[in-house]
């Protein structure tokens, strides 16, 4: 079966850097999408990064753009987010998300809807 964990949450202070790391076991990478979001209590979850497994293309909600990367690491089936420059606003759940199948490129791709399975959450902190 599928099955996502994310590990590297933490508490840094504002301006600091935290890597996530999802490892996606029972994924074929190369024909779905793999995303981060983050969800902060009493709020929606917000989609942050997408990835195309496999050709790598990506795509950022506007706050996590210059700012945060996702990346892939197809053989080991892992998808990274290195998130730099960290600001309070930063801070929440975050959520590794995977589909079965490719979703078009567009909004779609932080949309939750979209993806059938989730991992349990790490954890972020970013003080002031």
């Known amino acids: 079966g599928q099955d996502l964990v994310e590990t590297g949450g933490g508490s840094v202070e504002a301006g600091m850097s935290l890597r996530l790391s999802c490892s996606a076991s029972?994924?074929?990478?190369?024909?779905?999408?793999v995303a981060w979001f983050r969800q902060v209590p009493g709020k929606e979850r917000e989609g942050v990064a997408a990835?195309?497994?496999?050709?790598?293309?990506?795509w950022y909600t506007n706050s996590a753009k210059g700012r945060f990367i996702i990346s892939q690491n197809n053989a080991e089936k892992m998808v990274d987010l290195q998130m730099n420059d960290l600001k309070p606003e930063d801070t929440g759940m975050y959520y590794c998300?995977?589909?079965?199948?490719?979703?078009?490129?567009?909004?779609?791709?932080?949309?939750?809807?979209?993806?059938?399975?989730w991992g349990q959450g790490t954890q972020v902190t970013v003080s002031a």
């Open positions: 998300a995977a589909t079965l199948a490719r979703v078009p490129r567009g909004p779609r791709l932080l949309s939750e809807n979209e993806y059938s399975f």
């Open positions: 029972g994924f074929t990478f190369g024909s779905n999408n």
């Open positions: 990835i195309f497994t496999g050709v790598g293309g990506t």
